[in-house]
T-cell receptor, first 111, second 115 residues
Framework: QQPVQSPQAVILREGEDAVINCSSSKALYSVHWYRQKHGEAPVFLMILLKGGEQKGHEKISASFNEKKQQSSLYLTASQLSYSGTYFCGTGDDNYGQNFVFGPGTRLSVLP | KAGVTQTPRYLIKTRGQQVTLSCSPISGHRSVSWYQQTPGQGLQFLFEYFSETQRNKGNFPGRFSGRQFSNSRSEMNVSTLELGDSALYLC??????????????FGEGSWLTVV
């Protein structure tokens, strides 16, 4: 029951915006977002919880639509450093029941 | 403060052998999770330990096991290695429940190659 991420890959110019979606076929309690650069470990971006508020970090924010069982990651005015693969991870409860990662979205930001 | 430390960073094993990987979480963190990452299967959750108890387990065969010690350090073991076990094994630590809003920190991983 791996979540679906879209798009699979996206290429942007510096300064452009991007949206990465993560959707599940089941009810979710939490959605995590990570970014991984080539050859490096994933870096935790944020977690969104059922009933919680939209999260934000500088120019990267995310939303969680519980009814639609999906989350979206918003990258505003993208920078070169945003390049990498973005993964969402979803869980059924606050103990990480059935926690599973999406396949990833590869983001490339060009100068 | 020191980050999550994983050892060894790189290792090569022969099919049929077993391997033990170690993870030292950030000081004060009580939750340790393990993940396997491969080009074909992506990032997959192995298990999570909290205060020496395994709380969650991913869909992996019994050859994959782990444990957590009283100082929160964790080890994972893979027995009877198969070629398909070649992967990057990542450890992540969190202050408490990693699925309730606590930030999760990853180590640099242990690259395992099975020949």
């Amino acid at each position: 029951q791996q979540p679906v991420q879209s798009p699979q890959a996206v290429i942007l110019r510096e300064g452009e915006d991007a949206v990465i979606n993560c959707s599940s076929s089941k009810a979710l309690y939490s959605v995590h977002w990570y970014r991984q650069k080539h050859g490096e470990a994933p870096v935790f971006l944020m977690i969104l919880l059922k009933g919680g508020e939209q999260k934000g970090h500088e120019k990267i924010s995310a939303s969680f639509n519980e009814k639609k069982q999906q989350s979206s990651l918003y990258l505003t005015a993208s920078q070169l450093s945003y390049s990498g693969t973005y993964f969402c991870g979803t869980g059924d409860d606050n103990y990480g029941q059935n926690f599973v990662f999406g396949p990833g979205t590869r983001l490339s930001v060009l100068p | 403060k020191a980050g999550v430390t994983q050892t060894p960073r790189y290792l090569i094993k022969t099919r049929g052998q077993q391997v033990t990987l170690s993870c030292s979480p950030i000081s004060g963190h009580r939750s340790v999770s393990w993940y396997q990452q491969t080009p074909g299967q992506g990032l997959q959750f192995l298990f999570e330990y909290f205060s020496e108890t395994q709380r969650n387990k991913g869909n992996f065969p019994g050859r994959f096991s782990g444990r957590q010690f009283s100082n929160s350090r964790s080890e994972m073991n893979v027995s009877t290695l198969e070629l398909g076990d070649s992967a990057l094994y990542l450890c992540a630590s969190s202050l408490a429940q990693p699925y309730s809003g606590n930030t999760i920190y990853f180590g640099e991983g242990s690259w395992l190659t099975v020949v």
